[in-house]
């Protein structure tokens, strides 16, 4: 291998004979190209039609091409290097690296050079020191008055390694440039050996199987559709009361935003229409990993929902819009092949649009490679349950808000799945929780009847963990990707698969045998069939014929066998490879290297050894796995038995016990003797190939014959065992269906199962769900803070809650730390663990189904974006105040904390206000602002709640943590002040003044009691602020 690699170094250094000017692009045709908004943003040029010169010694050839004949961009005109007739300018493997360059200007480009991916030019001098690589300069031609070329590179079997860096860590888009062989006829017209051709870019969006891919999360790419007409519309109807240089999408006219979302590595294909307002919650929720948008996107009166975008770090790449507007049928090409058939009469049109813009890019993407994405799925917002963006975050859902990380989340918390797509399904649950009482139930049926069953979920999970990412391992496959690894673990899979049929038939049965007591609850005769429905989606008969067909024709043994060797000479390759790298060799540059680092000669070879090296042959396929391979392994034996014969003869008729049959790098077939064997072998043989004192290679031609033909027949089976492997991948396309299908039960399994070993773990019960909008939750926790406070031996206190007909806020007050802001987000997560289809932290549970969940928590800035403390705040506040529903439920932290008590109670008023009287959302209202308890005496469905101090007569105190009705006007500040460890003249200081400010409200409070002082001022500061606003509308 690595010959080859250093011989393609090293044709770099070319005769002037083989220089050819290669095809440059005719401006005239170029399609303009734009600036880029954002320096995040990249752009790549999609244009339908595009004409190309191409120019060889004065000789000049037009060629037009159609999109579909042609795998690349524009080409842009503006990084067109002038032309020098009088030097040609780079030898054939530069000049095609600086082709893909220009019509790949938007990526990084890696090009394969042998067993090498390389940069040059100015993307060498950019990612080198990013890469961690070592950068070299070279003329590109002896002796060229050309300034030298930047290289840099690394061994292509790191290619993920480094694919990481550029796309996962640096958001690039990486063309990978392969090489082909040029047959001879190409060659003869003055070609170089190899072309170079881009065959795929790889984006943070686009990964297939990528090695660096997260497995527990789904890597989604995010189209999402606009009518930019409604930008242009906004400036004559002012839709919005809210300024627009505030990027919100509350100030940006109302209208539908069509998203259609897909993970390549899964097939996962969905689409969602939603209103622009809830964008931001909808892109937190998906998560994407790229977002693409129409290129108007980047003009100036368009760009605010990119910075909207921008604003919560997602990646964003613009895309000329295809020219022909695409329809759903233009899908079903890229689906799988059961899907002809799906209904397409559901979509709207924006999500139409945002489907054929996702899959025009995904095409360009992958350069004509098919995809087979499943069935779209259409999100329907009425059928889940909303997490606003904010309360994904200020829930903890699926991070934390201090570090961002995983550990501390719910999810983590939750996450008791054995699998990696069972995981993933819980994520995409707990994102979005259902809103169907029926599906809910039907998956607290399975997890009622996990708990119910321990010995059934013990064996499930044990299956479980015995399973491979079938869902990803299939994907593969579709892409022409997936080896005789991935065969195996499919057909493992598929045979663990079936002994979780089993076991749930016999579970199924077991249940069924118990005569149905009619006096049981409905409920109970429910749950016995949830098994038996499972158990009815799956499909086994052709993918369990497929996993014999693997087990039949895969040798395990072999193909351990051959991942050693392979480790093997990865590990000595990677030793060598910076060291040749670092001096960027020729075949010259290596012999001047020390002897030390020079490759061993077997490793050169590596690529060109013999079969009959002396070395056991490695087989990845069982040797009857066909007719053909088994007919050439008979060969193959029957010739190592004429060989064996030839060297006993041999041995015999010279009396040179040591001779052995060999082949050599160097020498080929040769028989080898040592010792005194060579003076007798010289008698029979006299010329010799090479001699030593003690030993003497010569030649035998019957065994040079018979090597060749062992050679021969070792690279037919070869060629048959790959062929053998190509039908193998096919017969997994065939079945790609089913197989996807399957993975979905074993998810849904896994899930249930995690749930069922949380609820016993954690003592969680089983709610009770309704469409009423009320709650009753009694004996609530917090999943997350409990276990916390579990680590270091502390209990938490269970708290109720109950909201709805009689009392739809509570408004709760009381010191710091005495879990406020824990009770109102526990609340809140008991919901979606409820709608998730999880047991929930109560000793009892009934909820209302909510449609959307709202949160206004901790205090965070963004001043990057322009945006204070209190405007945060409002912007989260404003988003509630505008889409919370009857049916929502509303949390509400401390509004009106960032600005000055009078001005912040008067905002927590009118919030309250609101959400009493437009909302109606079931609404939890933590404060210290206590005038607002006065305020809202006259809400009738609005009940005081809150929780206390006890303090010991020798100054020790304590929370009480568990909320009773009422009022608690003391926040005792200064006791968490001081345990937090103000300087003690601090905290004096601060006792003084504090009683110094009691005594004087006191004094005004008296006049005006029950804070009506401040309703009336409240009432004209609303007023006023109207009148400001007219004004600023006007
Ligand atoms: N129900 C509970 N049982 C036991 N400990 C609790 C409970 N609720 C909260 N705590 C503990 O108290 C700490 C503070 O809780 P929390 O932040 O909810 O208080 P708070 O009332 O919102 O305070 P502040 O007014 O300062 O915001 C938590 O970190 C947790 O350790
Ligand atoms: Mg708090």
Same mark, same amino acid.
């Given at each position: 291998?690595?010959?080859?690699?250093?011989?393609?170094?090293?044709?770099?250094?070319?005769?002037?004979?083989?220089?050819?000017?290669?095809?440059?692009?005719?401006?005239?045709?170029?399609?303009?190209?734009?600036?880029?908004?954002?320096?995040?943003?990249?752009?790549?040029?999609?244009?339908?039609?595009?004409? $190309?010169?191409?120019?060889?010694?004065?000789?000049?050839?037009?060629? /037009?091409?159609?999109?579909?004949?042609?795998?690349?961009?524009?080409?842009?005109? *503006?990084?067109?290097?002038?032309?020098?007739?009088?030097?040609?300018?780079?030898?054939?493997?530069?000049?095609?690296?600086?082709?893909?360059?220009?019509?790949?200007?938007?990526?990084?480009?890696?090009?394969?050079?042998?067993?090498?991916?390389?940069?040059?030019?100015?993307?060498?001098?950019?990612?080198?020191?990013?890469?961690?690589?070592?950068?070299?300069?070279?003329?590109?031609?002896?002796?060229?008055?050309?300034?030298?070329?930047?290289?840099?590179?690394?061994?292509?079997?790191?290619?993920?390694?480094?694919?990481?860096?550029?796309?996962?860590?640096?958001?690039?888009?990486?063309?990978?440039?392969?090489?082909?062989?040029?047959?001879?006829?190409?060659?003869?017209?003055?070609?170089?050996?190899?072309?170079?051709?881009?065959?795929?870019?790889?984006?943070?969006?686009?990964?297939?199987?990528?090695?660096?891919?997260?497995?527990?999360?789904?890597?989604?790419?995010?189209? +999402?559709?606009?009518?930019?007409?409604?930008?242009?519309?906004?400036?004559?109807?002012?839709?919005?009361?809210?300024?627009?240089?505030?990027?919100?999408?509350?100030?940006?006219?109302?209208?539908?935003?069509?998203?259609?979302?897909?993970?390549?590595?899964?097939?996962?294909?969905?689409?969602?229409?939603?209103? +622009?307002?809830?964008?931001?919650?909808?892109?937190?929720?998906?998560?994407?990993?790229?977002? *693409?948008?129409?290129?108007?996107?980047?003009?100036?009166?368009?760009?605010?929902?990119?910075?909207?975008?921008?604003?919560?770090?997602?990646?964003?790449?613009?895309?000329?819009? =295809?020219?022909? %507007?695409?329809?759903?049928?233009?899908?079903?090409?890229?689906?799988?092949?059961?899907?002809?058939?799906?209904? !397409?009469?559901?979509?709207?049109?924006?999500?139409?649009?945002?489907?054929?813009?996702?899959?025009?890019?995904?095409?360009?993407?992958?350069?004509?490679?098919?995809?087979?994405?499943?069935?779209?799925?259409?999100?329907?917002?009425?059928?889940?349950?909303?997490?606003?963006?904010?309360?994904?975050?200020?829930?903890?859902?699926?991070?934390?808000?201090?570090?961002?990380?995983?550990?501390?989340?719910?999810?983590?918390?939750?996450?008791?799945?054995?699998?990696?797509?069972?995981?993933?399904?819980?994520?995409?649950?707990?994102?979005?929780?259902?809103?169907?009482?029926?599906?809910?139930?039907?998956?607290?049926?399975?997890?009622?009847?996990?708990?119910?069953?321990?010995?059934?979920?013990?064996?499930?999970? =044990?299956?479980?963990?015995?399973?491979?990412?079938?869902?990803?391992?299939? !994907?593969?496959?579709?892409?022409?990707?997936?080896?005789?690894?991935?065969?195996?673990?499919?057909?493992?899979?598929?045979?663990?698969?079936?002994?979780?049929?089993?076991?749930?038939?016999?579970?199924?049965?077991?249940?069924?045998?118990?005569?149905?007591?009619?006096?049981?609850?409905?409920?109970?005769?429910?749950?016995?069939?949830?098994?038996?429905?499972?158990?009815?989606?799956?499909?086994?008969?052709?993918?369990?014929?497929?996993?014999?067909?693997?087990?039949?024709?895969?040798?395990?043994?072999?193909?351990?066998?051959?991942?050693?060797?392979?480790?093997?000479?990865?590990?000595?390759?990677?030793?060598?490879?910076?060291? *040749?790298?670092?001096?960027?060799?020729?075949?010259?540059?290596?012999?001047?290297?020390?002897?030390?680092?020079?490759?061993?000669?077997?490793?050169?070879?590596?690529?060109?050894?013999?079969?009959?090296?002396?070395?056991?042959?490695?087989?990845?396929?069982?040797?009857?796995?066909?007719?053909?391979?088994?007919?050439?392994?008979?060969?193959?034996?029957?010739? &190592?038995?004429?060989?064996?014969?030839?060297?006993?003869?041999?041995?015999?008729?010279?009396? /040179?016990?040591?001779?052995?049959?060999?082949?050599?790098?160097?020498?080929?077939?040769?028989?080898?003797?040592?010792?005194?064997?060579?003076?007798?072998?010289?008698?029979?043989?006299?010329?010799?190939?090479?001699?030593?004192?003690?030993?003497?290679?010569?030649?035998?031609?019957?065994? /040079?014959?018979?090597?060749?033909?062992?050679?021969?027949?070792?690279?037919?089976?070869?060629?048959?065992?790959?062929?053998?492997?190509?039908?193998?991948?096919?017969?997994?396309?065939?079945?790609?269906?089913?197989?996807?299908?399957?993975?979905?039960?074993?998810?849904?399994?896994?899930?249930?199962?995690?749930?069922?070993?949380?609820?016993?773990?954690?003592?969680?019960?089983?709610?009770?769900?309704?469409?009423?909008?009320?709650?009753?939750?009694? &004996?609530?926790?917090?999943?997350?803070?409990?276990?916390?406070?579990?680590?270091?031996?502390?209990?938490?206190?269970?708290?109720?809650?109950?909201?709805?007909?009689?009392?739809?806020?509570?408004?709760?007050?009381? %010191?710091?730390?005495?879990?406020?802001?824990?009770?109102?987000?526990?609340?809140?997560?008991?919901?979606?663990?409820?709608?998730?289809?999880?047991?929930?932290?109560?000793?009892?549970?009934?909820?209302?189904?909510?449609?959307?969940?709202?949160?206004?928590?901790?205090?965070?800035?963004?001043?990057?974006?322009? $945006?204070?403390?209190?405007?945060?705040?409002?912007?989260?506040?404003?988003?509630?105040?505008?889409?919370?529903?009857?049916?929502?439920?509303?949390?509400?932290?401390?509004? &009106?904390?960032?600005?000055?008590?009078?001005?912040?109670?008067?905002?927590?008023?009118?919030?309250?206000?609101?959400?009493?009287?437009?909302?109606?959302?079931?609404?939890?209202?933590?404060?210290?602002?206590?005038?607002?308890?006065?305020?809202?005496?006259?809400?009738?469905?609005?009940?005081?709640?809150?929780?206390?101090?006890?303090?010991?007569?020798?100054?020790?105190?304590?929370?009480?943590?568990?909320?009773?009705?009422?009022?608690?006007?003391?926040?005792?500040?200064?006791? *968490?002040?001081?345990?937090?460890?103000?300087?003690?003249?601090?905290?004096?200081?601060?006792?003084?003044?504090?009683?110094?400010?009691?005594?004087?409200?006191?004094?005004?409070?008296?006049?005006?009691?029950?804070?009506?002082?401040?309703?009336?001022?409240?009432?004209?500061?609303?007023?006023?602020?109207?009148?400001?606003?007219?004004?600023?509308?006007?």
């Amino acid at each position: 291998m690595l010959l080859k690699d250093i011989r393609n170094l090293t044709r770099l250094k070319l005769s002037r004979r083989q220089i050819h000017i290669p095809a440059t692009p005719s401006p005239l045709f170029l399609e303009p190209t734009r600036a880029f908004a954002k320096p995040r943003a990249v752009q790549p040029l999609i244009s339908s039609r595009w004409l $190309q010169t191409s120019q060889r010694r004065g000789a000049k050839k037009k060629v /037009t091409l159609a999109l579909n004949d042609i795998q690349q961009g524009a080409i842009e005109t *503006v990084a067109l290097p002038p032309q020098d007739d009088a030097e040609p300018r780079y030898p054939p493997l530069l000049q095609q690296v600086r082709n893909n360059m220009l019509k790949f200007s938007h990526c990084v480009l890696v090009t394969r050079v042998g067993g090498f991916y390389e940069l040059y030019f100015e993307h060498a001098d950019e990612f080198a020191p990013l890469l961690n690589l070592k950068k070299s300069k070279r003329k590109a031609l002896r002796g060229s008055k050309r300034p030298a070329i930047s290289m840099s590179g690394f061994p292509a079997y790191q290619l993920d390694r480094y694919l990481k860096i550029l796309v996962q860590d640096l958001n690039k888009h990486v063309a990978i440039s392969d090489e082909f062989l040029n047959d001879a006829p190409t060659k003869a017209k003055g070609e170089p050996q190899y072309t170079r051709r881009v065959t795929r870019i790889v984006t943070p969006g686009t990964l297939i199987d990528e090695h660096f891919m997260d497995p527990w999360e789904n890597n989604y790419l995010l189209s +999402i559709h606009v009518d930019p007409e409604v930008f242009k519309k906004e400036k004559t109807v002012k839709e919005s009361p809210g300024s627009s240089s505030v990027s919100s999408v509350l100030n940006l006219p109302r209208t539908e935003v069509g998203l259609a979302w897909i993970d390549l590595s899964s097939g996962d294909f969905l689409t969602q229409s939603t209103d +622009i307002a809830s964008l931001p919650s909808a892109v937190a929720r998906i998560k994407p990993r790229e977002i *693409v948008l129409d290129s108007i996107f980047q003009e100036q009166d368009h760009s605010r929902i990119v910075s909207i975008m921008q604003e919560d770090g997602h990646v964003i790449t613009f895309q000329e819009p =295809s020219q022909e %507007p695409l329809t759903v049928k233009d899908w079903i090409p890229m689906l799988e092949d059961a899907v002809y058939d799906f209904d !397409t009469a559901n979509f709207t049109a924006s999500e139409i649009a945002a489907g054929g813009s996702l899959l025009h890019y995904v095409k360009h993407q992958l350069l004509g490679s098919r995809t087979r994405l499943q069935a779209p799925v259409r999100h329907q917002p009425g059928e889940h349950m909303s997490i606003d963006k904010n309360s994904l975050k200020a829930l903890e859902i699926r991070s934390t808000i201090r570090d961002g990380t995983y550990e501390g989340s719910l999810l983590h918390s939750l996450k008791k799945t054995v699998t990696k797509s069972g995981t993933r399904l819980l994520t995409q649950r707990l994102s979005a929780p259902s809103m169907s009482l029926s599906t809910i139930n039907d998956r607290l049926d399975l997890v009622e009847e996990m708990i119910q069953y321990p010995q059934l979920r013990q064996d499930i999970v =044990s299956l479980l963990e015995q399973t491979f990412d079938s869902l990803r391992i299939v !994907t593969k496959f579709t892409y022409g990707r997936g080896d005789a690894d991935d065969l195996m673990e499919l057909s493992k899979t598929i045979a663990t698969t079936s002994d979780i049929l089993n076991t749930l038939r016999q579970h199924a049965s077991l249940r069924n045998a118990i005569p149905i007591d009619y006096t049981m609850a409905a409920s109970e005769t429910q749950r016995r069939q949830c098994i038996s429905t499972l158990e009815r989606r799956f499909n086994l008969a052709q993918p369990l014929e497929l996993a014999h067909r693997i087990e039949h024709a895969i040798d395990e043994e072999g193909l351990s066998e051959y991942h050693r060797i392979e480790d093997e000479a990865e590990s000595e390759m990677s030793d060598l490879a910076q060291d *040749v790298l670092g001096r960027e060799a020729g075949e010259e540059d290596l012999k001047e290297m020390p002897k030390r680092i020079q490759p061993k000669p077997h490793m050169i070879v590596g690529s060109f050894k013999s079969a009959t090296d002396g070395r056991d042959d490695v087989h990845i396929m069982k040797r009857d796995a066909s007719t053909t391979l088994e007919r050439l392994h008979n060969t193959l034996d029957a010739m &190592g038995e004429t060989k064996a014969n030839m060297e006993r003869e041999l041995r015999q008729k010279m009396g /040179t016990e040591s001779l052995v049959l060999k082949w050599t790098p160097n020498l080929a077939h040769i028989a080898h003797v040592k010792g005194k064997d060579a003076a007798r072998a010289t008698a029979h043989y006299p010329r010799s190939l090479s001699s030593s004192k003690s030993t003497r290679s010569f030649q035998v031609p019957e065994w /040079t014959q018979l090597g060749a033909q062992m050679d021969e027949t070792r690279f037919r089976i070869r060629t048959e065992e790959q062929r053998v492997l190509g039908e193998l991948r096919e017969a997994v396309v065939r079945n790609l269906v089913k197989l996807r299908r399957n993975a979905a039960v074993l998810d849904e399994l896994d899930v249930a199962c995690a749930f069922a070993i949380l609820a016993v773990e954690k003592n969680f019960i089983r709610p009770i769900l309704s469409a009423e909008p009320s709650h009753t939750i009694v &004996g609530g926790r917090h999943p997350v803070v409990e276990a916390g406070l579990g680590e270091q031996g502390r209990k938490f206190a269970p708290n109720d809650c109950q909201l709805g007909d009689k009392e739809r806020i509570w408004l709760i007050t009381g %010191p710091n730390m005495a879990g406020k802001s824990t009770y109102l987000r526990q609340n809140a997560l008991i919901s979606i663990l409820a709608q998730t289809g999880s047991f929930v932290p109560a000793e009892y549970a009934e909820i209302g189904l909510v449609d959307k969940v709202f949160s206004r928590v901790g205090s965070a800035d963004n001043l990057y974006q322009d $945006q204070s403390t209190f405007m945060v705040e409002m912007l989260e506040t404003a988003q509630i105040l505008k889409e919370a529903t009857p049916r929502s439920f509303v949390i509400m932290d401390e509004v &009106g904390r960032g600005t000055t008590p009078e001005d912040g109670i008067a905002v927590g008023y009118a919030c309250l206000h609101h959400l009493y009287h437009v909302n109606q959302s079931r609404t939890l209202f933590a404060t210290h602002f206590h005038a607002l308890t006065e305020m809202t005496k006259d809400f009738e469905k609005l009940g005081c709640y809150c929780n206390d101090v006890v303090e010991e007569p020798d100054g020790k105190f304590s929370y009480v943590h568990r909320l009773r009705k009422g009022v608690n006007r003391e926040s005792h500040a200064l006791k *968490v002040a001081r345990v937090a460890g103000l300087p003690e003249e601090a905290i004096a200081l601060a006792a003084k003044v504090l009683k110094q400010l009691k005594g004087a409200t006191n004094g005004t409070a008296k006049a005006s009691t029950n804070g009506t002082h401040l309703k009336g001022r409240v009432d004209n500061a609303t007023i006023h602020t109207q009148r400001q606003k007219q004004a600023m509308d006007a």
